[in-house]
């Protein structure tokens, strides 16, 4: 058995996500199985491509397996506008020669669990579609996972799709729903500790410029979403996915976490998809959400920088 930790993905590239990936394709304490594609930034054509695509530009050969085209019961908007229309910001790189695996998101899921039992980190990075269908076929699935992390919610209801919620959570709410009703336990890095965890837009272009092959392809493909954000969220920039894969990586960055019951509000007119935290214990429901408040700024940055080679 290998030492290095079973780690499997689930992700709507997405540029962040893009960042992310490549900060666990060379962590070496990690053996990455596959990849699960979900459709949610953009489109799971798009997203799927995009998957490969990265893969080729960090000569990564894993299997990438594509999941539901769309959420669960209702549809929903893509972020095409942050993330460009293909979700790599338009650049128009050419496809990968790679087929993504003809076996289903969900059914990778659930065997890569199986034969992982108790030691698999899956990290999911987008709406979370493909694991709600994975609990539904394999209902035990919960006991073979050693650890879940999830990119998604505003504790405190301060959104980024809508006032109180978080894209990936108000994409798909029942799946989301599913999933935080099924495990006991995971870890959330929600909205709101990201936008505690930017980094300058000058530092990061410093980080572009000094890196290799991998920072040349991300700047390419980063150019849309960071000159949006600078437009709309000032000198900081924000990389949801990558923080939450730092904390997923490096756990032990995490300088302060808090554990609560939370679950997701999917009736609400003005806040469906919001992800609702018994701060106050009132419910009498279990804590299931070890939510991260606050990692490590430099343990962040170092990561992000070893995944772009400066
Ligand atoms: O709200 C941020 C999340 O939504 C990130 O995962 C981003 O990639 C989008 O999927
Ligand atoms: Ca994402």
Known sequence: ???????????????????AL?????????????LTIAAGNVGL???????LKLCDVAGVDVPVHAGCPVPLVHPAADAAYVHGQDGFGDTGYVPSARQADPEHAALAIVRLAKAHAGRLLLVMLGPLTNLALALRLDPDLPSRIGRLVVMGGAVTGQGNTSVPAEFNIAFDPEAAEV????????ELVDWEAVVRHGFLHRDFEAWLARGDARAEFYGAISAHTRRWSEGKRGDHWHS??????????QPEGVRRAEHRPLAVELEGRLSRGATVVDWLRRSGRPDNARI??????????AQVRAALGA
């Open 1 to 19: 058995m290998s030492a290095r930790i079973p780690l499997l993905i689930d992700t709507d590239p997405g540029v962040d996500d893009a960042l």
């Open 22 to 34: 490549l900060m666990a394709f060379g962590d070496p304490r990690h053996e990455l199985l596959a």
């Open 45 to 51: 054509g798009h997203t799927v491509a995009n998957a």
């Open 179 to 186: 999933v935080f009703r099924a495990f006991p336990q995971f």
């Open 240 to 249: 949801a996915d990558a923080l939450a894969m730092a904390a997923a990586l």
């Open 292 to 301: 991260v408040m606050d990692y490590d700024q430099a343990r962040f940055e």
